[in-house]
């Protein structure tokens, strides 16, 4: 029995040996893989090698395809040997529907089954397509759609006593958070959107599209929008200031007047929403598709067939997480209270100012040196 039960052990070894010897001899191929992921819990997506103490989606991505055996194991750990790249470095505990990376493959039988194998059920692959040898996700991406699905509460002006779970959104209040977010259409200068970007670098000026909120729908008791915003590329934190300046506004905290002076060169104090709410829906490849998309040899990186399966993804991944962690951490709540901390009317030369004059007071009152004098 023992040699029975070590004779099958020892065929199954060579089985598998078998096949990582078929797997060395494929030859690699660029390809582009259409990821979804939940994104609570990751510290973003994008990998730091050498880093095991905050974990990312592609730690969690890389991992499943050495296991499949799509890629040797040294090209995990150095990740430009795959020639690695995704569209969109999403951060902390946002996540996505529509994630795209591109990558150099064997390509195995059965490919995304093998890798959707090894990896947990909130991530899934849910395309695959070949592409060109030089093809970059980041590079040759053209725009990208966010959406943000926040309660509508949010935008309760501060002086309403409000209800969290009875807070309905009138069609009033709507039509006013559209005409704001449609300010941001066309270019602008996002310096304040952003941290470590001055008024003069170029490439804080940024194209938005399209941006516009939904028509509002309850679940589980509690009324949720969605807000969408179409750019060519979007600076780090760019997306949760431009929706918390908004809320800002309707809330009756800051004067609409704010859009247009935060744009200009002087440092304007922007609050920041939540993580929680933000997904990336979609990238889109329109010069791409119509240099390669019919040349006979590669397809469109058009997802037609898969938006059902993105729906699906959607629905039993994405919108409860966003919808249960608000209701148990309430994000979007505790951050509302924030909002009378920020300094909407002053300049930052003012806000200087203060700090140093209230500083030199504190000081005359035999301060202990912990005064914060930061901007």
Not at 88 to 100: E, P
């Amino acid at each position: 029995e023992e040699n029975g039960h070590q004779n099958k052990r020892l065929k199954s070894d060579a089985d598998e040996e078998d096949a990582e010897d078929q797997n060395k001899k494929l030859p690699k191929r660029k390809i582009v893989l259409l990821m979804a992921y939940s994104g609570k819990g990751y510290h973003g997506m994008q990998r730091n090698v050498g880093s095991s103490q905050f974990k990312t989606i592609e730690d969690d991505l890389v991992s499943a395809l050495v296991q499949s055996g799509c890629i040797p194991e040294n090209h995990g750990e150095d990740m430009k040997k795959m020639s690695f790249q995704r569209c969109a470095r999403t951060d902390k505990g946002v996540s996505a529907a529509g994630q795209i990376v591109s990558l150099k493959v064997r390509l195995i039988d059965d490919i995304l089954e093998k890798i959707n194998n090894h990896l947990p059920s909130h991530i899934r692959i849910l395309g695959l397509k070949r592409v060109t040898g030089g093809f970059n996700s980041k590079n040759k991406c053209d725009a990208r759609t966010y959406s943000y699905m926040l309660p509508t509460f949010a935008f309760a002006h501060k002086d309403h006593d409000v209800q969290e779970e009875l807070y309905r959104l009138d069609r009033e209040t709507l039509e006013r958070v559209n005409n704001l977010l449609a300010c941001y259409k066309g270019t602008h200068n996002f310096h304040n959107f952003t941290s470590q970007k001055g008024p003069r670098d170029p490439s804080a000026k940024r194209y938005i599209m399209e941006m516009y909120c939904g028509e509002p729908f309850v679940r589980e008791n509690m009324e949720f929008a969605v807000i969408e915003v179409k750019g060519q590329s979007f600076m780090m934190h760019q997306i949760r200031k431009m929706i918390g300046l908004v809320i800002a506004i309707v809330k009756g905290y800051a004067a609409e007047t704010i859009m247009e002076r935060s744009w200009g060169e002087e440092k304007v104090d922007v609050p920041k929403a939540p993580g929680l709410g933000l997904v990336l829906e979609k990238v889109h490849f329109e010069k791409y598709n119509r240099r390669f998309g019919n040349d006979g040899l590669h397809e469109p990186l058009e997802w037609t067939e898969e938006e059902e399966k993105i729906a699906v993804f959607k629905e039993q991944y994405i919108y409860p997480t966003i919808i249960n962690t608000e209701r148990e951490e309430k994000s979007m709540a505790n951050w509302l209270n924030t909002l009378p901390i920020h300094d909407f009317n002053s300049s930052a030369v003012e806000m200087q100012t203060n700090n140093k004059n209230s500083k030199k007071s504190s000081d005359l009152e035999g301060s202990d040196g912990c005064g914060d004098d930061s901007d």
